[in-house]
């Protein structure tokens, strides 16, 4: 049996379960390793099958945990998971976020009366919270493959080329470099754009005088990686100076309080309280950052509202901004690893507010 399938597997007692049908294909690659578009695993501590249709019987073989039986079949999943189930009465836990009504009536047209359903939430998300060594080192490496990109991006110029034309030649330079895709559409967003923190490229050209904020990543063998950087096209002026000083200040006292162990919203507290105390409340609402891994959002998340707790090997953004309407945007975003002390940064990309042509 694998380490991961062990560890989900030793988590069913405390959620209440015999058994879990995993049908989110993110968590059934995590599990299994399989990465096509139909798969369904049925996991417990004496059933480990996996479930695909007959386009993935090649890829299934060579894809699939041996520790899983593989089973193709030729209609609904659902209805040959529950024909493979132990015998006697079970509880029979469903990612409850991941299953819509239909699908949850199609599982309760198939499951016999021997067989209660209940709905789970996170189950498999909490175990991918805490990365093993090979996951921190591909996301590294779709790090080094979005840093090396921006780079060369950079170097070409910026002004007078169009917002579109930038995210379009980056993420083309990141599949060049080995990614798969970009993490998540690229944001480039110059001058007043950029006070959208998630603003769509437009075919407007990049003028002097402007800041241009750039968000962006690589996916690299299923793993994502964030970064997002501010730079200045010619010179900005007093206020956009001042205004990333004081985000990049912001940006390193976050950094500073990520460890195993700290209090994600306290995190968050300390970074917008710098923010705000500097008369930019009404510029700044998100939150300050996200967890990275198969999905370019997941747990734990840094933010005001948040409930959780950081863990050694999570990987997480910290990503403050201040956005001034019709002016400016400016956010300032590195990709860490937790540890037990100081984050392990995994942006090599230097933060000095850099002009460039």
């Given at each position: 049996?694998?380490?991961?399938?062990?560890?989900?597997?030793?988590?069913?007692?405390?959620?209440?379960?015999?058994?879990?049908?995993?049908?989110?294909?993110?968590?059934?690659?995590?599990?299994?390793?399989?990465?096509g578009?139909?798969?369904?695993?049925?996991?417990?501590?004496q059933?480990?099958?996996?479930?695909?249709?007959?386009?993935?019987?090649?890829?299934?073989?060579?894809?699939?945990?041996?520790?899983?039986?593989?089973?193709?079949?030729?209609?609904?999943?659902?209805?040959?998971?529950?024909?493979?189930?132990?015998?006697?009465?079970?509880?029979?836990?469903?990612?409850?976020?991941?299953?819509?009504?239909?699908?949850?009536?199609?599982?309760?047209?198939?499951?016999?009366?021997?067989?209660?359903?209940?709905?789970?939430?996170?189950?498999?998300?909490?175990?991918?919270?805490?990365?093993?060594?090979?996951?921190?080192?591909?996301?590294?490496?779709?790090a080094?493959?979005?840093?090396?990109?921006f780079?060369?991006?950079?170097?070409?110029?910026?002004?007078?080329?169009?917002?579109?034309?930038?995210?379009?030649?980056?993420?083309?330079?990141?599949?060049?470099?080995?990614?798969e895709?970009?993490?998540?559409?690229?944001?480039?967003?110059?001058?007043?754009?950029?006070?959208?923190?998630?603003?769509?490229?437009?075919?407007?050209?990049?003028?002097?005088?402007?800041?241009?904020?750039?968000?962006?990543?690589?996916?690299?063998?299923?793993?994502?990686?964030?970064?997002?950087?501010?730079v200045?096209?010619?010179?900005?002026?007093?206020?956009?100076?001042?205004?990333?000083?004081?985000?990049?200040?912001?940006?390193?006292?976050?950094?500073?309080?990520?460890?195993?162990?700290?209090?994600?919203?306290?995190?968050?507290?300390?970074?917008?309280?710098i923010?705000?105390?500097?008369?930019?409340?009404?510029?700044?609402?998100?939150?300050?950052?996200?967890?990275?891994?198969?999905e370019?959002?997941?747990?734990?998340?840094?933010?005001?509202?948040?409930?959780?707790?950081?863990?050694?090997?999570?990987?997480?953004?910290?990503?403050?901004?201040v956005?001034?309407?019709?002016?400016?945007?400016?956010?300032?975003?590195?990709?860490?690893?937790?540890?037990?002390?100081?984050?392990?940064?995994?942006?090599?990309?230097?933060?000095?507010?850099?002009?460039?042509?």
């Amino acid at each position: 049996m694998n380490q991961r399938a062990e560890r989900l597997i030793a988590s069913l007692d405390e959620a209440g379960v015999d058994l879990i049908l995993v049908s989110n294909l993110v968590n059934v690659r995590y599990l299994t390793g399989f990465t096509g578009s139909n798969g369904l695993a049925v996991i417990g501590a004496q059933t480990q099958v996996f479930f695909t249709d007959f386009r993935y019987t090649e890829q299934a073989e060579q894809e699939v945990d041996h520790a899983f039986e593989r089973v193709i079949v030729n209609d609904q999943g659902v209805k040959h998971a529950f024909g493979r189930l132990p015998d006697g009465k079970l509880r029979v836990g469903y990612e409850s976020e991941h299953v819509t009504v239909a699908g949850l009536e199609l599982m309760r047209d198939y499951c016999p009366g021997r067989v209660e359903l209940v709905a789970l939430k996170g189950v498999a998300e909490a175990l991918r919270c805490v990365k093993d060594d090979d996951e921190i080192e591909l996301i590294a490496a779709a790090a080094r493959i979005a840093d090396e990109a921006f780079e060369a991006l950079l170097a070409g110029g910026l002004a007078g080329r169009t917002e579109r034309e930038l995210a379009l030649a980056l993420e083309h330079d990141m599949r060049l470099r080995g990614a798969e895709s970009p993490s998540f559409d690229s944001i480039v967003a110059g001058g007043a754009h950029g006070a959208l923190p998630h603003a769509t490229p437009r075919d407007v050209r990049v003028e002097p005088g402007q800041l241009v904020m750039i968000d962006w990543g690589a996916r690299y063998r299923g793993y994502c990686s964030d970064c997002t950087r501010t730079v200045a096209v010619g010179e900005p002026g007093p206020a956009a100076r001042e205004a990333y000083e004081l985000v990049l200040g912001a940006q390193q006292v976050g950094l500073e309080e990520v460890r195993a162990g700290g209090d994600c919203r306290a995190i968050d507290k300390a970074v917008r309280d710098i923010i705000y105390g500097a008369g930019h409340e009404g510029h700044y609402g998100h939150g300050l950052g996200h967890g990275v891994g198969l999905e370019i959002h997941e747990a734990p998340t840094l933010s005001a509202r948040s409930t959780d707790t950081l863990q050694a090997a999570s990987v997480v953004t910290v990503e403050p901004g201040v956005y001034v309407p019709g002016a400016f945007g400016i956010r300032v975003e590195d990709l860490v690893v937790v540890t037990d002390g100081d984050a392990r940064v995994l942006t090599a990309i230097p933060k000095e507010l850099r002009i460039v042509d």
